[in-house]
């Protein structure tokens, strides 16, 4: 069965720098992942999708890289602020969405 | 649009209780999901629909869980009779298309005591 790991359950960084959570995947080819934002208390929010054949994908401060031959995704907040302070949610696509467990992110001001 | 919308936000039982979820999609959203998140486990899907029938059910637990989408409006997630280790955040998510993103609803806690 797939399988995806997030890295680290949890990441503190200093506010200005920039961010990088991991998503990692095992028997599977997803066409495409996406990354979802939640705060507590919230159900997820969609952030960014990409594509097996886009390596790259920007939106505002973040940046999403997906290496299908490492089986990777590397999400990336830059000039973090407090703000971004949350957890950061994975998923490949398939019939349905299959997630990871997330990383917490902390920015300290 | 109000997004989707989920009730109750919390509810408190006691072990064998029935307990009902209920989850309103965003109109014209074709496909729905029940979701239940814990801190152990991540968020797990449990079951979803197509055009109001049931695709896939492999997620749910086991038959003391059950779901319902009886209109393209309307799905309830029913748990009977109801136990401790069934305590965690329920959510209902919504996407229109094969494609296209999951809105998620803020939601329901449930506690089973």
């Known amino acids: 069965s797939q399988k995806i790991e997030q890295n680290s359950e949890a990441l503190n960084i200093q506010e200005g720098k920039t961010a990088t959570l991991t998503c990692n995947y095992t028997?599977?080819?997803?066409?495409?992942l996406q990354w979802y934002r939640q705060d507590p208390g919230r159900g997820p929010v969609f952030l960014l999708l990409?594509?097996?054949?886009?390596k790259e994908k920007r939106k505002e401060r973040l940046k999403v890289t997906f290496d299908t031959t490492l089986k990777q995704s590397l999400f990336h907040i830059t000039a973090s602020q407090p703000a971004d302070s949350a957890t950061y949610l994975c998923?490949?696509?398939?019939?349905?969405?299959?997630f990871g467990t997330g990383t917490s992110l902390t920015v300290i001001p | 649009d109000a997004g989707v919308i989920q009730s109750p936000r919390h509810e408190v039982t006691e072990m064998g209780q029935e307990v009902t979820l209920r989850c309103k999609p965003i109109s014209g959203h074709d496909y729905l999901f029940w979701y239940r998140q814990t801190m152990m486990r991540g968020l797990e899907l449990l079951i979803y629909f197509n055009n109001n029938v049931p695709i896939d059910d492999s997620g749910m637990p086991e038959d003391r869980f059950s779901a319902k989408m009886p209109n393209a409006s309307f799905s309830t997630l029913k748990i009977q009779p109801s136990e401790p280790r069934d305590s965690a955040v329920y959510f209902c998510?919504?996407?229109?298309?094969?494609?296209?993103?999951?809105?998620f609803g803020p939601g329901t806690r449930l506690t089973v005591l």
């Open positions: 028997n599977y080819s997803p066409a495409y």
């Open positions: 998923a490949l696509d398939g019939n349905q969405f299959y």
């Open positions: 990409i594509r097996e054949n886009e």
């Open positions: 998510a919504t996407r229109a298309g094969r494609t296209d993103t999951q809105y």
